[in-house]
Each structure stands twice: as C-alpha cells, then as structure tokens.
C-alpha cells in the first residue's frame, strides 16, 4: 500500500520570504499523480499544484513550484513571496495512475504559520 | 458555479441516531467519494463510487454506508453512530478516473455525543 509521510507538523515563514513543505511517498509503482492541497481555517480544501510522475519537468502555478524527485520518491512544495493568505495546512496526496485506483492517499499535514 | 455541496455543515447528535450526510456535484463527474479528517491522522477515505449504483469501500468503511442512485448525489449514511466517528467529513468528485484533480466539498462537522 502507498504512504505518504510529512515529517514536519508545524513551519513558520515570515512574510514575503521563501518556505519549503517536505514530502516523501513511498510506492511500487511507476505512474501516478502527487498533490499539495491546502486547507485554511474555513476547512475548505484546495488544489494548490499537481504533478504527473511521467513528466520530469516540475509543476509550478504563480508563487507555488514543487521540487519533485522521483528515484528519491520526494515530492516538496516550495511557497516563495510568502503572504499572510498562505497560512493554512497542507496537506500532500498521492494518487495511482492505475484505473480503478482514485483514491487519494494523503499525509498527516503540515501547519504553515506566516508571520508579518 | 461548479462546486459540491455538503447538508449539514454542522452536526451534534447522539449514539444510535441514524443519520445522513449529503453530498451534491453540479459537474456530471463520474467518480465521488467520501473521507474523514481527524487530527494527527490526515484524511482517509470511507467510501467511493466510481459511478451510479457501482460503490466500493475504502481505508475505513466500518459503520459507514453510501448509496448512488444518482449521478450528481452521493449521501453518507451512519445507520447507528458512535462517539469514534465524531469527526470532519469531506466528500470530493472528480470527472473519471482518468482526470486526477478532485474537487471537494466544503466539509461536515460532526460531533457524536
């Protein structure tokens, strides 16, 4: 079975500085998805970036780009010009690419903590 | 708007007080699926249908049931509820399979007395 392991609870980043959330996934198999999703207070949970293990080049959406590493089966999301907004979990997930198999595997999460 | 939709947001009931939990998608998406949210613990799934009447379980199906009798509703049934599933509740859809983004729902908060 997949896993999907966020070793840090907890981050602090200060306002338009730079952070980076780490995630590991562990998997036998070779094509699947990986996401970062973020869930502020309201509990809401949003797609922030999505990967496709069969593309090298990394995923990036405005001030979101991840840093995905596939032999080392690392996946981590870096949050540049951070700002007050982004605090909030996140939440990494792992998907097969397999038909059959939606469902997402997530981690425990990371609290990101964005101080003025 | 393209969204999913949860009734109620919040819920308090009592041990043994069967329950329901919908869950509606405007997107004619094929897949659906319900998790749970607790702390420490991430989200796990309960239930998923990948699409009318074709339902499966989950990493955590004990004491959950689900219906699709149709494609845009997907409701989360707790025939005898316990204090161990007070928790948040999330149902998420997406297109099929072969689109990985899925969209969720706002959230349901259930507390079991």
């Known amino acids: 079975a997949q896993t999907v392991t966020q070793s840090q609870p907890e981050m602090s980043v200060q306002e338009a500085e730079t952070v980076t959330l780490s995630c590991t996934y562990d998997?036998?198999?070779?094509?699947?998805?990986l996401f970062w999703y973020k869930q502020p207070p309201s509990r809401q949970m949003i797609l922030v970036i999505r990967?496709?293990?069969?593309?090298?080049q990394n995923a990036t959406e405005n001030r979101f780009s991840v840093n995905f590493q596939k032999a080392a089966k690392s996946f981590s999301l870096k949050i540049s010009d951070s700002q007050l907004g982004d605090a909030a979990m996140y939440f990494c997930?792992?998907?097969?690419?397999?038909?059959?198999?939606?469902?997402?595997?997530f981690g425990k999460g990371t609290k990101l903590t964005v101080n003025p | 708007e393209a969204q999913v939709t949860q009734n109620p947001r919040y819920l308090i009931t009592v041990t043994g007080k069967k329950l329901t939990v919908t869950c509606s998608q405007n997107?004619?998406?094929?897949?659906m699926s319900w998790y749970r949210q607790d702390p420490g613990l991430g989200l796990r799934q309960i239930y998923y249908s990948m699409n009318v009447e074709v339902t499966d379980k989950g990493d955590v199906p004990e004491g959950y049931k689900v219906s699709r009798k149709e494609k845009r509703n997907f409701p989360l049934i707790l025939e005898s509820p316990s204090p161990n599933q007070t928790s948040l509740y999330f149902c998420a859809s997406s297109f099929s399979y072969r689109v990985e983004t899925q969209y969720f729902g706002p959230g349901t908060r259930l507390l079991v007395l």
């Open positions: 990967q496709e293990a069969y593309k090298q």
């Open positions: 998997t036998s198999e070779s094509d699947y998805y």
């Open positions: 997107m004619n998406h094929e897949y």
């Open positions: 997930a792992y998907r097969s690419a397999q038909g059959g198999s939606e469902k997402l595997v």
